[in-house]
């Protein structure tokens, strides 16, 4: 089995800060890309940023210059460090992984549980 938990959502003033963590557990035996998705009520499910193994960054428009993906490989870990905040970033942040399993099935994604994320006075 494997798992995805993520932490550090709640709620946060215009022009606040956030940093979400996500850790992958389980019977993994190799994780490649990594990232950050969300979804605002009535929205679809949208890219935030995604990270490779080797560190490389890939970022949505809305979200560039303000927020910053990084990750921990030993720890199998992924961070989303979030600043100048504001109403239009409220949504569910879901934590996603591109990862192949100990035996013989092939890499697939997982996602986490999502975390709530609120940007209001």
């Known amino acids: 089995q494997v798992q995805l938990v993520e932490s550090g959502g709640g709620l946060v003033q215009p022009g606040g800060s956030l940093r979400l963590s996500c850790a992958a557990s389980g019977t993994i035996f190799y994780v490649y890309d990594m990232g950050w998705y969300r979804q605002a009520p009535g929205k679809q499910r949208e890219l935030v940023a995604t990270?490779?193994?080797?560190?490389?960054?890939n970022y949505a428009n809305s979200v560039k210059g303000r927020f910053t993906i990084s990750r921990d490989n030993a720890k199998n870990t992924v961070y989303l460090q979030m600043g100048s905040l504001n109403p239009e970033d409220t949504a569910v942040y879901y934590c996603n992984a591109n990862l192949k399993r100990f035996g013989t099935s092939p890499a697939a994604d997982y996602w986490g549980q999502g975390t709530q994320v609120t940007v209001s006075s």
């Open positions: 990270i490779t193994r080797g560190g490389g960054t």
